[in-house]
């Protein structure tokens, strides 16, 4: 993230959400730093990372709010999914619970997000196919069913990692591409080529003095 | 990583746990989780006197709810963190890798506050001096409006 980091033309917004322990973080750090994290702990509320991908020639920025999957940090980590372009939505196919819980998250995700955002269903830890307690096929059909993406990965062997949060995106530039996605739109999850570098924060920093100021009249 | 200390809580978002917060101090029971939700909004705010309430409330939290104290650790760093009160902050991140030291959002929150603080020089260590003044001032606020509200 080095400061002349704006040569991209697109900035999405994506969010990855699913039950504790599905392995998102582990997607997520697979798909950003290419390397699998052993013994990842709970995340804290919201983790965030960055990767520059290109789709159809064009420089796209993914900004991407990894969730926390624990119970108590859910009513404040849905605030995340307003103007979320793109949503990951993963569980694990060794975890039968985890799969069940889908049509929950899946309702959040309708309610919370706009029309177009693409959901993208990820069954996780294909690797364990011994333990596997979800099949291929039913998944698939669920998927379907709801008009959702879907593919089986592994955080691990990073097996159709880069597929799942590529294809996310493609769809994405597709539907900007046809006039589904209104980019003027203040909740569409996506921006076209950043504002001066810096000049938000500036803002806010004198925002900060000002208010600083007006509670120093003691 | 940056934006986890730029991105600011929707003014909904804050009201509505505040709202929620609200309620439950008015019947004097107020829920960790309450209590945790309102102050993860407040810390999140634009406005540094919100952030400061929000690390008030988890100071609280972490002395008296075992159970999440990783989470309010977490957020007392970050809350610090976006006073600009780098050193605070890194106390409490390593605080944390005390404990979890592998723990790869801790560290990464951690990189970043230290590229900030040498990106700024001297100034988080300036700034860390006006916040200090900064919550006398609010220390003293609150005694001139308690004067104010005798008259």
């Given at each position: 993230m080095s400061t002349g980091q704006y040569n991209y033309s697109y900035i999405f917004k994506y969010i990855i959400i699913g039950d504790m322990g599905v392995?998102?973080?582990?997607?997520?750090h697979q798909f950003t730093e290419k390397k699998f994290m052993a013994d990842c702990p709970h995340t804290i509320g919201v983790e965030f990372g960055t990767r520059i991908i290109e789709v159809a020639?064009?420089?796209?920025?993914?900004?991407i709010w990894d969730t926390a999957g624990q119970e108590r940090f859910r009513a404040v980590t849905r605030s995340y999914y307003r103007g979320a372009a793109g949503a990951l939505m993963v569980y694990d196919i060794t975890r039968r619970s985890t799969y069940n819980h889908l049509s929950s998250w899946l309702t959040d995700t309708r309610t919370l997000t706009n029309p177009s955002t693409v959901i993208f269903l990820i069954g996780n830890k294909c690797d364990l196919e011994a333990q596997r307690d979800v099949t291929y096929e039913e998944a698939k059909?669920?998927?379907?069913?709801?008009?959702?993406?879907?593919?089986?990965?592994?955080?691990?062997?990073?097996?159709?990692?880069?597929?799942?949060?590529?294809?996310?995106?493609?769809?994405?530039?597709?539907?900007?591409?046809?006039g589904r996605l209104d980019l003027n739109a203040a909740e569409s999850g996506v921006q076209h080529k950043p504002s001066q570098p810096g000049r938000n924060t500036l803002n806010n920093d004198q925002q900060q003095n000002r208010y600083n100021k007006d509670n120093c009249a003691c | 990583m940056n934006d986890l200390l730029n991105e600011v809580v929707s003014p909904e978002d804050l009201q509505k746990f505040e709202n929620i917060y609200h309620q439950q101090l008015y019947k004097n029971d107020v829920t960790p989780k309450a209590q945790f939700e309102y102050a993860?909004?407040?810390?999140?705010?634009?406005y540094p006197v919100d952030i400061k309430k929000g690390l008030v409330l988890l100071q609280e939290l972490f002395t008296t709810h075992e159970e999440g104290k990783r989470d309010y650790l977490f957020y007392l760093a970050l809350g610090n963190a976006r006073l600009k009160q780098y050193r605070q902050a890194l106390n409490f991140l390593n605080a944390f890798l005390n404990i979890e030291p592998n723990n790869s959002q801790v560290i990464g929150l951690k990189n970043v506050i230290e590229k900030k603080m040498t990106q700024e020089g001297l100034k988080g260590i300036a700034i860390t001096g006006g916040a200090i003044v900064a919550l006398g001032a609010v220390v003293s606020l609150g005694i001139s409006l308690l004067g104010a509200a005798k008259k």
């Amino acid at each position: 993230m080095s400061t002349g980091q704006y040569n991209y033309s697109y900035i999405f917004k994506y969010i990855i959400i699913g039950d504790m322990g599905v392995g998102k973080s582990c997607l997520l750090h697979q798909f950003t730093e290419k390397k699998f994290m052993a013994d990842c702990p709970h995340t804290i509320g919201v983790e965030f990372g960055t990767r520059i991908i290109e789709v159809a020639g064009q420089k796209i920025k993914l900004q991407i709010w990894d969730t926390a999957g624990q119970e108590r940090f859910r009513a404040v980590t849905r605030s995340y999914y307003r103007g979320a372009a793109g949503a990951l939505m993963v569980y694990d196919i060794t975890r039968r619970s985890t799969y069940n819980h889908l049509s929950s998250w899946l309702t959040d995700t309708r309610t919370l997000t706009n029309p177009s955002t693409v959901i993208f269903l990820i069954g996780n830890k294909c690797d364990l196919e011994a333990q596997r307690d979800v099949t291929y096929e039913e998944a698939k059909q669920f998927a379907d069913e709801n008009g959702l993406m879907f593919v089986e990965a592994s955080a691990k062997t990073g097996q159709n990692v880069e597929e799942a949060f590529l294809e996310t995106a493609r769809k994405i530039y597709q539907s900007i591409q046809d006039g589904r996605l209104d980019l003027n739109a203040a909740e569409s999850g996506v921006q076209h080529k950043p504002s001066q570098p810096g000049r938000n924060t500036l803002n806010n920093d004198q925002q900060q003095n000002r208010y600083n100021k007006d509670n120093c009249a003691c | 990583m940056n934006d986890l200390l730029n991105e600011v809580v929707s003014p909904e978002d804050l009201q509505k746990f505040e709202n929620i917060y609200h309620q439950q101090l008015y019947k004097n029971d107020v829920t960790p989780k309450a209590q945790f939700e309102y102050a993860w909004c407040l810390v999140r705010s634009k406005y540094p006197v919100d952030i400061k309430k929000g690390l008030v409330l988890l100071q609280e939290l972490f002395t008296t709810h075992e159970e999440g104290k990783r989470d309010y650790l977490f957020y007392l760093a970050l809350g610090n963190a976006r006073l600009k009160q780098y050193r605070q902050a890194l106390n409490f991140l390593n605080a944390f890798l005390n404990i979890e030291p592998n723990n790869s959002q801790v560290i990464g929150l951690k990189n970043v506050i230290e590229k900030k603080m040498t990106q700024e020089g001297l100034k988080g260590i300036a700034i860390t001096g006006g916040a200090i003044v900064a919550l006398g001032a609010v220390v003293s606020l609150g005694i001139s409006l308690l004067g104010a509200a005798k008259k």
